[in-house]
């Protein structure tokens, strides 16, 4: 594999339209070709990097140097590699401004005054520091939107109005199981009160503790269920990590209120089982963070 970048001139500004059409075809063109890769557009200058198969990556730059939208395509760089900086994007994407630009470490005052394909060429050595940030950029991206359920943007229109859709009917699901966790806690003081005024008043039995754990445990799985609900509009969680911790939380609190003199040994040790490996895959899942 190789990885070759170049920089061109656009012939005219690109409109944030004519991007989006441009983005779109090479996404297209990218994967059908196993090409991977980012676009870089700033100052009516474009600076790309393609990564795949050396035949097919020379190819592709012969095409594209054959594009009438720009001009003075300057080939930066061909490096043999044996992994891909950009592995998920056929073509990742940055349209970056003046301050953003200025602001990345290692690169100095490039941007000011030698942002062509000719000072792309006379300044090679900070092609590494603009690639390890854009690629930290979009790995972020990834890390914090790549989860999101139902993203509110979406490039088909029918798709997001029905993200938008699905969405409202999460916030009203919400709002009823808010009203179930108020009903429950009623319910807590409710069964409190009755125990303490039936004989012998003002004390439980190991019968009427029980019995109050577990109207505890209702309204605490309630707010678990809460939690998985409102899940499906957050991007600040993993849905995994969340499911298992909720889980294991509903079992470890069933295990408080065990009536083990009553209960089979099957089922105490199928409980256990199920908390172990509920423990250890929540402890997978936040190593692999």
């Not at 990097?49 to 035949?55: C, I, K, Q, R």
């Not at 439980?204 to 499906?232: P, W």
Request: proline share 4%.
């Amino acid at each position: 594999m190789i990885r070759l970048s170049y920089a061109s001139t656009a012939i005219k500004e690109f409109s944030p339209e004519n991007l989006l059409a441009l983005l779109k075809t090479c996404r297209t063109n990218n994967g059908v070709k196993n090409i991977t890769g980012i676009l870089l557009y700033s100052h009516d200058t474009f600076f790309q990097v393609l990564e795949g198969d050396e035949a097919t990556v020379e190819s592709t730059f012969e095409s594209i140097k054959k594009d009438k939208r720009h001009k003075d395509v300057t080939l930066i760089e061909k490096l043999p590699i044996t992994e891909r900086a950009f592995p998920y994007w056929s073509m990742g994407f940055e349209k970056l401004g003046s301050k953003e630009l200025s602001e990345m470490e290692g690169l100095n005052n490039f941007f000011e005054k030698d942002f062509t394909p000719a000072g792309f060429a006379a300044h090679k050595h900070i092609i590494g520091p603009l690639l390890a940030h854009l690629r930290s950029k979009l790995v972020k991206q990834v890390t914090v939107e790549s989860h999101e359920e139902l993203p509110m943007q979406h490039e088909d229109p029918f798709i997001q109005l029905l993200h938008r859709t699905i969405r409202l009917g999460v916030k009203f699901l919400a709002l009823l199981m808010v009203m179930v966790i108020l009903f429950g806690i009623i319910d807590v003081v409710y069964v409190i009160f009755e125990k303490i005024t039936q004989p012998p008043f003002m004390l439980l039995t190991i019968n009427d503790m029980l019995e109050t754990f577990g109207a505890f445990l209702a309204v605490l799985i309630a707010i678990e269920i809460f939690l998985n609900i409102t899940l499906y509009i957050r991007s600040d969680v993993i849905p995994v990590k969340l499911v298992v911790a909720t889980a294991l939380m509903a079992i470890s609190r069933k295990v408080i209120v065990f009536d083990y003199k009553h209960l089979p040994a099957e089922y105490v040790s199928a409980s256990a089982l199920v908390l172990v490996a509920l423990g250890i895959t929540y402890w997978l899942v936040q190593k692999k963070e």
